[in-house]
């Protein structure tokens, strides 16, 4: 039986620029157009990228509250998201801070600061592996051959989250002119293998931060 344990490293990453269309399409990738050949992860890994990526599937701009706000006003939002592929819901509270106002451009804007937490999540990958296995078996047998399939426990394990950022939102055209958020996620990565060879374990923590900065586009502009 073997059995490792990996801790969370810090090391650095390069900056990534991703344009988006109106639609939120990818365009450009750090100025090049879009690869024909970028790989495809899957739902499970999709779903991963968008819980530590600053949820860039989502529009940007704070949940105002039904009333009038003014300098130095704070308030609190709660959302939940149902993830269907992992039928489990992820619940967010954030708090929101009227810090100031700045010009952007020209435009007037003001500086609303936010905080968040969510709580974390598990995603079982066993069955995605173990049916890929399955499949590399049924077509080895087809050649006459055979291959042993193990059983494969593989569940990463996403933690409470942390975010914090600025919106600079422009009140006279109701939208955000520019945002910059960082998310910190714990993630926990447990895989364990058994077959007719042996047995093994092995454990993967890490700290995942992502600072996401966007900034508006007046129409026309080339991406």
Do not use: C
């Not at 399955?134 to 193990?150: C, L, R």
């Amino acid at each position: 039986m073997i059995s490792t344990t990996a801790r969370s490293r810090t090391s650095s990453t390069p900056d990534t620029t991703i344009i988006l269309d109106q639609y939120g399409h990818p365009v450009t990738v750090n100025d090049e157009p879009l690869p024909d050949d970028m790989p495809f992860f899957g739902d499970p890994f999709t779903m991963i990228g968008s819980l530590t990526s600053g949820v860039l599937d989502k529009p940007f701009g704070p949940a105002f509250p039904d009333r009038p706000l003014a300098l130095g006003d704070t308030w609190t939002d709660e959302q939940s998201k149902y993830l269907a592929d992992a039928d489990q819901t992820v619940v967010s509270t954030i708090t929101y801070t009227v810090t100031g106002f700045d010009t952007i451009e020209g435009y007037d804007v003001a500086l609303i600061e936010f905080t968040s937490e969510a709580s974390g999540i598990d995603i079982d990958l066993g069955e995605m592996f173990q049916a890929l296995l399955e499949g590399f078996s049924s077509m080895a047998e087809e050649e006459n051959t055979s291959i042993d399939v193990p059983t494969i426990d593989f569940v990463i394990s996403v933690g409470e989250s942390s975010a914090l950022g600025t919106y600079w939102f422009d009140q006279e055209a109701g939208l955000v002119r520019q945002v910059e958020q960082t998310y910190t996620v714990p993630l926990t990565m447990n895989m364990a293998i058994d077959s007719s060879e042996g047995t093994g374990s092995t454990t993967m923590q890490m700290n995942v931060e992502s600072t996401v900065r966007a900034s508006l586009a007046e129409p026309g502009t080339p991406s």
